[in-house]
Every structure is written in C-alpha cells, then in structure tokens.
C-alpha cells in the first residue's frame, strides 16, 4: 500500500478557502480507524449539530473491503457514516476528533480553527 493513500483527512471548516487536507500513513490510518470502529458499539441519539464555520473532519480511508473507500464524518463528539444512502451516527468515544484536531494545529491550521472558535481541547465544540 503506498503510505501517502491509506487516508486522507480533510478538515470541514466555512472560511472561504479550501478545506485544509492531509494524509495519514498507514500506521496512523489503522489507529483511526480502530478508533472509529469502538464508536460501533455507542449509537448516538441524534446526529451532530453542524452550522456554518467549523462543521467537523472527514477521513476517507482508501483500500476498503469493497475496494472503494471507506468515508466518515466527526463533529461535536459525534460519528456519522453514510453506507448507501442512510446515515447512522455513533458517539466519539475513541476520541477521533478530539485526536485529528490536534493533529490540525501541528499542522499550523490552529489560527483558522481559533478564528471560528475551536481549541485545542475543545474535542469540536465551540468556547
């Protein structure tokens, strides 16, 4: 598997600009992605509130049993996948979100995510 395609996560944010995009190695993407499969096991009552500025992160797994990539959405501590054309939502408890936007501001993506409200810390959810 070539290390620069076993993810790419891109950062859903209403600024104007392109969202910001970056790809996860393999070892990184296989952390994630057990991270999002312990969310299976927590149904979340209701979807993420999204509105406009930050509005969560996408990863696209690549290489999926179908062959086709695997997509998901995190926003305030929630997981939605979309197989077909159902969602189901699942809650972050392996800490997905929280993780990817630390991971945006080693990217030096903290000045836009602090603009629309999002820390460090926050896990998604606006001060």
């Known amino acids: 598997m070539d290390e620069r395609k076993a993810a790419t996560v891109t ?3 209403f600024s104007g600009r392109p969202d ?3 790809q996860l190695g393999a070892e990184e993407a296989e952390r994630v992605r057990r991270s999002l499969q312990a969310a299976f096991k927590s149904p979340a009552r ?3 509130l999204i509105g406009l500025g930050y509005r969560g992160i996408r990863i696209e797994f690549f290489g999926g049993h179908s062959g086709g990539p695997a997509i998901f959405v995190v926003a305030n501590g929630v997981v939605t996948e979309s197989p077909g054309t159902k969602e189901r939502y699942f809650e972050d408890v392996g800490g997905v979100e929280r993780a990817m936007l630390g991971e945006a501001f080693r990217r030096d993506h903290g000045p836009l995510l602090e603009r629309l409200g999002i820390g460090s810390d926050s896990g998604g959810r606006s001060r």
């Open 11 to 13: 950062l859903l944010v």
């Open 20 to 22: 910001p995009q970056w």
């Open 46 to 48: 209701k979807p993420p």
